[in-house]
């Protein structure tokens, strides 16, 4: 009967065990996946389990695209905690906007905008809790202006290095075309999205509840074409992506079933075809998850 018992055990253990992550296999075919296609890429990928991470080019510069928008609503939540604003604040609706270039105004199209309501709301008010909501999970340029021009962008970037992010750099709002013209342009790494991810993951982003309610709201993003896109719907993944010309980005957090989790972030530029961009950058995301089965 002891020989069955141990048996038994040994049996389940063998079974019961993932294999060991082969993380340089796994890089290699990550690279692989990146060079069938013509454009410029950086991956950043760290296991929270066991702490290993891969880094491909992560120090490079990219526009930031919508992926700024995450540190925009942590600046939103850090001033609202040290009691400077409320969630709750009133903004008025107003289609004006101030270039960092020169001071000129400038207006938003709703036809480059993934937000087409809030441009019927032009002079009433929306609270500040609806703004970032619609800023992160609908990519609205719009409430990210009116977010950005109520809280001013001068602290963003000192709260990034708070935590961490050493390179990244929000300037401004989106559709400064005076500004982008110079050259006045939000950039982030690879590597500074993944330490700020890291932190909501842990909690670490001003306090546990705070950081739980930006998670939450990261899970609502409606753009699933590339983290996501080929995973199990039943996968949670708390993401901020990114869309301009020749640039496709995602960023995030994935919650696997056996409440385990790793941050990702996936960036690129000078893609000739961007829906095919997204695509490749999705099946480097299937094979990460796929490697933690």
Same mark, same amino acid.
């Given at each position: 009967?002891?020989?069955?018992?141990?048996?038994?055990?040994i049996?389940?253990?063998h079974f019961?065990?993932?294999?060991t992550?082969?993380?340089?296999?796994?890089?290699?075919?990550?690279?692989?996946?990146?060079?069938s296609?013509k454009?410029?890429?950086?991956?950043?990928?760290?296991n929270?389990?066991?702490?290993?991470?891969i880094?491909?080019?992560?120090?490079?510069?990219?526009h930031?695209?919508?992926?700024?928008?995450?540190p925009?609503?942590?600046?939103?939540? !850090?001033? /609202?905690?040290?009691?400077i &604003?409320?969630l709750?604040d *009133?903004?008025? +609706?107003? #289609?004006e906007? @101030?270039?960092?270039?020169?001071?000129?105004?400038?207006?938003?199209?709703?036809f480059?905008?993934?937000?087409?309501?809030?441009?019927?709301?032009?002079?009433?008010?929306?609270?500040?809790r609806?703004?970032?909501?619609d800023?992160?999970?609908?990519?609205? !340029?719009? /409430?990210?202006?009116?977010? &950005?021009?109520?809280?001013? *962008?001068k602290? +963003?970037? #000192?709260?990034? @290095?708070?935590?961490g992010?050493?390179?990244?750099?929000?300037?401004?709002?989106?559709?400064?075309?005076?500004?982008?013209?110079?050259g006045?342009?939000?950039?982030?790494?690879?590597l500074?999205?993944l330490?700020?991810?890291?932190?909501?993951?842990?909690? !670490?982003?001003?306090n546990s509840e705070?950081?739980?309610?930006?998670?939450?709201?990261?899970?609502?993003?409606?753009?699933?074409?590339?983290?996501?896109?080929?995973?199990?719907?039943?996968?949670?993944?708390?993401?901020k992506?990114?869309?301009?010309?020749?640039?496709?980005?995602?960023s995030?957090?994935?919650?696997?079933?056996?409440?385990?989790?790793?941050v990702?972030?996936?960036l690129s530029?000078?893609?000739?075809d961007?829906?095919?961009?997204?695509?490749?950058?999705?099946?480097?995301?299937l094979?990460?998850?796929?490697?933690?089965?």
């Open positions: 009967m002891k020989y069955i018992i141990i048996y038994l055990i049996f389940i253990t019961s065990c993932k294999p992550l082969d993380y340089t296999l796994l890089e290699n075919k990550i690279i692989k996946i990146l060079n296609q454009g410029d890429f950086a991956v950043a990928f760290k929270l389990s066991d702490g290993k991470t880094m491909i080019n992560e120090n490079e510069e990219f930031a695209a919508s992926t700024m928008k995450t925009v609503m942590i600046e939103v939540f !850090n001033k /609202a905690q040290k009691g &604003i409320s709750d *009133s903004i008025k +609706i107003k #289609n906007f @101030r270039s960092i270039a020169d001071g000129s105004t400038f207006k938003l199209s709703s480059e905008d993934s937000d087409k309501k809030s441009y019927d709301k032009i002079g009433s008010y929306l609270s500040l609806e703004l970032v909501f800023m992160i999970t609908i990519s609205s !340029n719009f /409430a990210t202006n009116l977010v &950005i021009d109520y809280i001013g *962008s602290d +963003i970037n #000192n709260t990034m @290095r708070d935590l992010a050493k390179n990244i750099n929000v300037l401004r709002g989106v559709e400064d075309i005076k500004a982008f013209n110079k006045m342009n939000n950039t982030t790494t690879a500074d999205l330490k700020i991810y890291e932190k909501l993951a842990e909690g !670490n982003v001003i705070i950081s739980k309610e930006m998670v939450d709201i990261l899970k609502k993003q409606k753009y699933d074409d590339i983290i996501p896109k080929y995973l199990p719907k039943s996968i949670e993944v708390a993401h992506d990114g869309w301009i010309n020749g640039v496709r980005h995602d995030g957090i994935v919650f696997l079933d056996d409440n385990t989790s790793y990702l972030v996936l530029k000078n893609l000739e961007e829906i095919k961009g997204a695509d490749l950058l999705a099946k480097v995301s094979e990460i998850y796929n490697s933690l089965l």
